[in-house]
T-cell receptor, first 115, second 107 residues
Framework: GAVVSQHPSWVICKSGTSVKIECRSL??????MFWYRQFPKQSLMLMAT?????????EQGVEKDKFLINHASLTLSTLTVTSAHPEDSSFYIC???????????FGSGTRLTVV | KNEVEQSPQNLTAQEGEFITINCSYS?????LHWLQQHPGGGIVSLFM???GKKKHGRLIATINIQEKHSSLHITASHPRDSAVYIC?????????FGKGTKLSVKP
């Protein structure tokens, strides 16, 4: 079955530093990848949609200069949280979709804590 | 009002009980997903539905498009079923998530 690997699973960083999260589709080509954020006891919220080889589309209220998304290949997308602040502490999770597909395969998520 | 509402928010059951989790939505959809989120946060896609009913092992998902309602049933529940179950609808190309139902199954 389709598998998406997400790393790291958890990270603690200092305020002002940048953190990169990787999302990799292991056995299929993901033309579209999605990045979500989930605060405690809240729904998953879509941050951005990225299509391979093109710029990501960000949801309203998500700063594109703070959350850098790169989808340079059909199997890898990265989310970089730049100049992290404590309020960026959250659970970040990616999902990937094949070309023409309706199903979503989720990564295992990354818990980010900014201190 | 949220576009996707789930009930109940929390559910505690004894092992072996039949479980039902409900999802109502208010937008037009092309598909509805049931997801399972484990305590560590990882998410597994259980079902994708656009009509009718699907069954996988002890899990059954149904959808009524006219009533904009879906249910997830778990038969013969087991402690390993303890997780958060999330309903998500695909609308205009995006997934909209419910807040989830936290299920605890006691032995």
């Amino acid at each position: 079955g389709a598998v998406v690997s997400q790393h790291p699973s958890w990270v603690i960083c200092k305020s002002g530093t940048s953190v990169k999260i990787e999302c990799r589709s292991l056995d299929f080509q993901a033309t579209t990848m999605f990045w979500y954020r989930q605060f405690p006891k809240q729904s998953l919220m879509l941050m951005a949609t990225s299509n391979e080889g093109s710029k990501a589309t960000y949801e309203q209220g998500v700063e594109k200069d703070k959350f850098l998304i790169n989808h340079a290949s059909l199997t890898l997308s990265t989310l970089t949280v730049t100049s992290a602040h404590p309020e960026d502490s959250s659970f970040y999770i990616c999902s990937a979709r094949k070309a023409g597909g309706y199903g979503y395969t989720f990564g295992s998520g990354t818990r980010l804590t900014v201190v | 009002k949220n576009e996707v509402e789930q009930s109940p928010q929390n559910l505690t059951a004894q092992e072996g009980e039949f479980i039902t989790i409900n999802c109502s939505y208010s937008v037009g959809i092309s598909a509805l997903h049931w997801l399972q989120q484990h305590p560590g946060g990882g998410i597994v896609s259980l079902f994708m539905l656009s009509s009718g009913k699907k069954k996988h092992g002890r899990l059954i998902a149904t959808i009524n498009i006219q009533e904009k309602h879906s249910s997830l049933h778990i038969t013969a529940s087991h402690p390993r079923d303890s997780a958060v179950y999330i309903c998500a609808v695909r609308s205009q190309g995006n997934l909209i998530f419910g807040k989830g139902t936290k299920l605890s199954v006691k032995p």
